[in-house]
C-alpha cells in the first residue's frame, strides 16, 4: 500500500497552495526543494492532477473524470514530465525547446498547462538560460514545478522567478505512523534512524534490504577504527553495493556521530554499532573539539561526493570512496594512539 500525495508531513504546503488556488493567486512557477525521500515529486504531480481535474472536491482531484483517468495513465496532452533522458545525466536545451512550445500551444482540455521538471538541477547551462525565457515571460493559465534535492546549483536568477516550497523532515512520530501504515514487518525506526526520518526512504530502504547495507557499513567503520578491518576492504564493500547508497548512509552517520559528540545525548546512537563507534570517538575526550571538526570535514566532503556521483562530471566513485576512507583511517590511527 502507498498512499497518495499529499503526504501527513506536506499538509501545511498543500493547504497553502490550495488557498491560493481558491484566490486565483498561484504563482506561474514553483521550485519545490528537500532532501529524497520526502515525496516531493509525489507531491507535485498530485497537484497538478488536482488542478487539471473538472471536478475536484476538498481540495482532491476526484478521480474519475475523463482528466483524471489521462492523468493516471500517464498521457494527459496538457501535462508534461521532464527530466534527463535515459543515458543522460543533463536536462538538454533542445527539451527545453519542446517546453517552451508546449507552453505557447492552446490547452488541449480548455484548461490549464502543466510541466513538471524533475532533478531540475540537472539542467545543463544552455538549458537554465533557455527556461528563464518562459519564467521571465510567463503563458497564462501555465504552471511549472521544478523540482530538486539540490536548489544550490541552480542559478540565482530561476530562484528569484519562482515560489519556493521547502520539505522538511516530519517528526519521529509522523514519519512512524505512516511507514507503520504501509508495512507488515521490518524495523521501522532502523529504517527512520538510517533514513534522517525521511518516510519515503526509509520505506524503500527496507523493501530493497538496504538496512542490512547500512549495519556492515557500521560493522565496517567500526572495525577500521579499532585497526581490525583494512580500509580497501570497505572500498572493495562500497563498490560492490554502490557508492551513492554508501555515501547517503556515511552521511547520515557522520551526522549522528557529530551531533552525539557534541551533545553527548544517548538517544542519538540507538543501534549497538553506532553506540560502539560513538562511544571509541567519546574516549578521544582530551581532543574532542579537533574530532568534532574533522568529522564535519568529512561529513562536507562525503556530500560533496554525493552531488558528484549524481552530476554529470563523470567522477571516478572508487576514487572518491578510497579519498574519503583515508580520512577514517586518520581517525583510527588517533583512536589506535589514544588506546595505548
Known amino acids: 500500500m502507498h498512499t497518495e500525495a499529499p503526504y501527513a508531513w506536506q499538509q501545511q504546503h498543500w493547504q497553502s497552495l490550495c488557498r491560493q488556488r481558491q484566490k486565483n493567486r498561484l504563482s506561474h512557477a514553483f521550485l519545490i526543494c528537500g532532501d529524497t525521500g520526502l515525496g516531493k515529486r509525489d507531491f507535485a504531480l498530485s497537484f497538478a492532477r488536482l488542478l487539471l481535474c473538472q471536478s475536484s472536491t476538498d481540495n482532491q482531484s476526484c478521480g474519475n473524470c475523463r482528466s483524471c483517468r489521462m492523468g493516471q495513465s500517464g498521457h494527459h496532452p496538457d501535462l ?72 544550490g546549483t541552480l542559478l540565482p536568477t530561476i530562484h528569484s522567478r519562482c515560489q519556493h516550497l521547502n520539505f522538511t523532515e516530519p517528526t519521529r512520530e509522523v514519519a512512524r505512523t505512516w511507514l507503520a501504515s504501509q508495512l507488515a514487518e521490518g524495523d521501522i525506526d532502523a529504517a527512520l534512524t538510517a533514513s534522517g526520518n525521511r518516510p519515503l526512504q526509509a520505506l524503500s530502504m527496507l523493501e530493497a534490504g538496504h538496512i542490512e547495507s547500512r549495519a556492515q557499513i557500521l560493522q565496517s567503520l ?98 572518491i570512496v578510497e579519498s574519503l576512507i583515508w580520512r577514517w583511517t586518520k581517525l583510527a590511527t588517533r583512536a589506535g594512539s589514544a588506546a595505548a
Do not use: W
Request: one cysteine or more; hydrophobic letters at 45%.
Open 80 to 151: 508534461r514530465f521532464i527530466c534527463a533522458e535515459e543515458g543522460s545525466k543533463v536536462i538538454t536545451i533542445d527539451q527545453v525547446r519542446a517546453l517552451l512550445e508546449f507552453v505557447s500551444m492552446t490547452s488541449h482540455a480548455g484548461g490549464c498547462k502543466i510541466a513538471l521538471l524533475d532533478r531540475a538541477d540537472s539542467l545543463n547551462r544552455n538549458a537554465a538560460n533557455a527556461l528563464l525565457k518562459t519564467l521571465e515571460e510567463p503563458t497564462d493559465n501555465t504552471f511549472l514545478f521544478l523540482i530538486t534535492d539540490s536548489p
Open 222 to 319: 567500526h572495525g577500521i577504527l579499532c585497526q581490525q578491518l583494512k580500509p580497501e576492504e570497505f572500498v572493495k564493500f562500497a563498490v560492490a553495493t554502490g557508492e551513492l547508497l554508501v555515501m547517503g548512509h556515511l552521511s547520515n552517520i557522520l551526522s549522528i556521530l557529530i551531533k552525539y559528540l557534541l551533545t553527548r545525548q544517548s538517544s542519538l546512537v540507538t543501534e549497538a554499532t553506532l553506540a560502539e563507534l560513538a562511544r571509541v570517538l567519546a574516549r578521544l575526550s582530551d581532543d574532542r573539539a579537533t574530532i568534532v571538526e574533522d568529522l564535519l570535514v568529512l561529513h562536507g566532503e562525503v556530500e560533496l561526493a554525493k552531488r558528484q556521483l549524481r552530476g554529470v562530471s563523470n567522477p571516478n566513485p572508487q576514487l
